[in-house]
Every structure is written in C-alpha cells, then in structure tokens.
C-alpha cells in the first residue's frame, strides 16, 4: 500500500489545513488523531495522542475515542471505512452526499451526520484563519457516544441520527 498523505489539500495548493479549535472545544478532547499534521507546525492539539505523516495514521493501531480529519480527495473513505470498522469517532469531511463513498461508508456504516450551517474556515498550520472552505462540510458520528457529543456540541447546524440506539 502506498503512503497515504495526512493532511487536507485545497484548490489554494496549500497541503495542511487544521481543524477550526472551536470544533474541538465544542467536541471534548480525543483520545487519538491519526491524521494530525506534523508536530513541529500542530498549535492546538485534536487529541491526547497524534499520528502524522510520518507515522502512517492509517497502518498504525487505533484505539478509543478518533478524531478523524482525514486527507481529502481520492482516500477519504478509505480513512472513513477505518474510522467505520474501529467503531468510535468522529470525522471531519466535506458533505459530498451524492458519492459512491459518502453512500457506502456513512449512510451504510454512521451513526449520525451533522451538517454545519454555512461553510467552515479552516485555519492554516501558523494556526492563523484561512479562507472558507470550497464546500460544504459536516461531521460523521461512529459510535452513539459520539452521537451525543454532536448532540450537545451547540455547534450550528443540523444533526442526522442514521441509527437508534442500542
């Protein structure tokens, strides 16, 4: 398998595009981020551990609570079918609902799917803003405890509960 790239690429050619911080404050704290950005250039932290390109997030073991922003383009879902196997987490992903992988690895597998109201800002590795995302994004729940957590978030937007609870 090849490497796979850690970090989100947008149409400005700029390769890592960090997590907005109110996200995760809304959130709680993670207890693993495989897809983290390097740690000389991380300002905030997504989770008590991190896995960054070096490591290979995707090959490594995952294990209790997933923060999930994972690379986007050709190898999101596939980051989205580790997420959907290891069960509890949440991801970061544009809400491209019309595409093969959306339709197979969350409303297959998810919990739930919060849609943001509006487009994201994402923040550059200085940790400054950049500009607003080129598409929508939402946040995809595994695991009904993450579902809470979108729940309770105050986050604004919509939340899309796909399963009941067992």
Same mark, same amino acid.
């Given at each position: 398998?090849?490497?796979?790239?850690?970090?989100?690429?947008?149409?400005?050619?700029?390769?890592?595009?960090?997590?907005?911080?109110?996200?995760?404050?809304?959130?709680?704290?993670?207890?693993?981020?495989?897809?983290?950005?390097?740690?000389?250039?991380?300002?905030?932290?997504?989770?008590?551990?991190?896995?960054?390109?070096?490591?290979?997030?995707?090959?490594?073991?995952? /294990? !209790? @609570?997933?923060?999930?922003?994972?690379?986007?383009?050709?190898?999101?879902?596939?980051? %989205?079918?580790? +997420?959907? &196997?290891?069960?509890?987490?949440?991801?970061?992903?544009?809400?491209?609902?019309?595409?093969?992988?959306?339709?197979?690895?969350?409303?297959?597998?998810?919990?739930?799917?919060?849609?943001?109201?509006?487009?994201?800002?994402?923040?550059?590795?200085?940790?400054?803003?950049?500009?607003?995302?080129?598409?929508?994004?939402?946040?995809?729940? /595994? !695991? @009904?405890?993450?579902?809470?957590?979108?729940?309770?978030?105050?986050?604004?937007?919509? %939340?899309?509960? +796909?399963? &009941?609870?067992?």
């Amino acid at each position: 398998m090849s490497t796979v790239k850690n970090f989100n690429t947008n149409t400005a050619n700029h390769d890592e595009w960090l997590t907005p911080p109110e996200i995760i404050e809304a959130l709680g704290q993670f207890d693993l981020d495989p897809c983290a950005p390097t740690p000389a250039t991380r300002p905030w932290s997504m989770a008590h551990r991190h896995y960054s390109i070096e490591d290979n997030g995707l090959m490594m073991p995952w /294990y !209790g @609570q997933i923060w999930c922003n994972p690379p986007y383009g050709r190898e999101t879902f596939t980051w %989205l079918n580790r +997420l959907a &196997e290891h069960g509890d987490g949440i991801a970061l992903i544009f809400a491209r609902t019309e595409t093969r992988g959306f339709h197979a690895e969350i409303w297959e597998k998810a919990d739930a799917v919060f849609f943001f109201k509006g487009r994201l800002k994402f923040h550059k590795i200085s940790g400054e803003q950049g500009g607003t995302a080129n598409a929508p994004s939402c946040l995809v729940a /595994y !695991g @009904q405890n993450n579902v809470r957590a979108l729940k309770y978030s105050g986050l604004k937007g919509k %939340l899309v509960e +796909l399963r &009941e609870a067992a």
